[in-house]
């Protein structure tokens, strides 16, 4: 690896005095020192670092000043990947806002890559009797119903409530309605959940599906690409659903490698709001 680096003051991380003449890079062992508060600010891509241990304050930042005015933020994609993030005893890690504007800006991204980097145990987020706090930006709401049926083919969603603050680009989930089939060995037609093993369910006739978000307005949604099965948005209770599967916080694992774990231990503390975990 690289290089073992300390910090020596608070400061920016990409700051040279913070660490005492050298910016981490790519394979480094870094760790922010007791009594220090180091603003995490490197946007996407990052560079691959081997470790990192926060034992002092590590506070993820997409403003180039700390206390904005106003929510806009002047780094739209904050990103780290690393082996190790460990988070000891007397360490504290934030992804969120300041003052009056607490949470992650909505116009911004945060991610956390866990990486594989080729040591046993890694990659691995540790939260081992330190603190971290994750707090993405709140939408209204996190899931509606259908508000009419929408038929294999549509793009254009009517749904129960107001879903103009979902973000472009952001994934959903659009339930199924149907019946599943039963696998032939099983007998019968239909899937009953109540008495069957789940191997009798065919997995070709499930019909929940997930798109992209292309537009959003006060009664609906469009989607970038075509539903591929028809949802039942009529007969109420058994409406589909339509549920918001992005955050702007994503704790993630690098795809070409083993996938990472986040361990939360005894006397550790993690506040975890409106932030996605995925492919760990």
């Known amino acids: 690896w690289s290089a073992t680096l300390t910090s020596v ?5 990409k700051n040279p005095a913070t660490w005492g003449g050298t910016v981490p890079a790519g394979g480094d ?6 009594g220090h508060t180091v603003t995490y600010d490197v946007t996407t891509p990052s560079p691959v670092f081997n470790s990192v241990t926060v034992r002092g304050v590590l506070r993820w930042v997409p403003y180039a000043t700390l206390g904005p005015s106003t929510p806009t933020p002047s780094r739209p994609s904050i990103e780290m ?9 007397g360490g504290r890690m934030t992804i969120m806002g300041s003052g009056t504007l607490p949470s992650w800006p909505a116009q911004a991204k945060a991610t956390i890559v866990l990486t594989d980097v080729g040591q046993a145990g890694s990659p691995v987020l540790l939260v081992s009797g330190g603190t971290l706090e994750l707090r ?11 508000a009419a049926n929408s038929a294999a083919g549509m793009q254009s969603l009517s749904v129960q409530g107001s879903v103009a603050d979902w973000p472009i680009g952001a994934r959903v989930v659009i339930t199924g309605t149907g019946y599943v089939q039963r696998n032939a060995p099983c007998g019968g037609s ?3 959940y109540g008495a069957d093993n789940i191997s009798c369910s065919n997995p070709l006739t499930y019909t929940s599906e997930d798109a992209a978000v292309a537009s959003v307005g006060p009664a ?4 970038a690409s075509p539903l591929l099965f028809s949802h ?4 109420a209770p058994y409406q589909g659903e339509v549920a918001l599967l992005s955050r702007n916080i994503v704790v993630t694992s690098d795809p070409t490698g083993r996938r990472g774990h986040v361990k939360i231990e005894k006397g550790g ?3 975890l709001h409106w932030t996605e975990f995925r492919r760990l």
């Open 9 to 13: 003051q608070s400061g920016s991380w």
């Open 29 to 34: 062992i870094i760790t922010v020192a007791p």
């Open 81 to 89: 990947r690393v082996g190790t993030l460990l988070i000891p005893a």
């Open 136 to 146: 993405g930006s709140r939408v209204g709401v996190s899931w509606t119903k259908l």
């Open 190 to 192: 239909f899937a009953d």
């Open 220 to 223: 609906g949604l469009t989607l």
């Open 232 to 235: 039942d948005g009529a007969v």
């Open 269 to 271: 503390t993690a506040q």
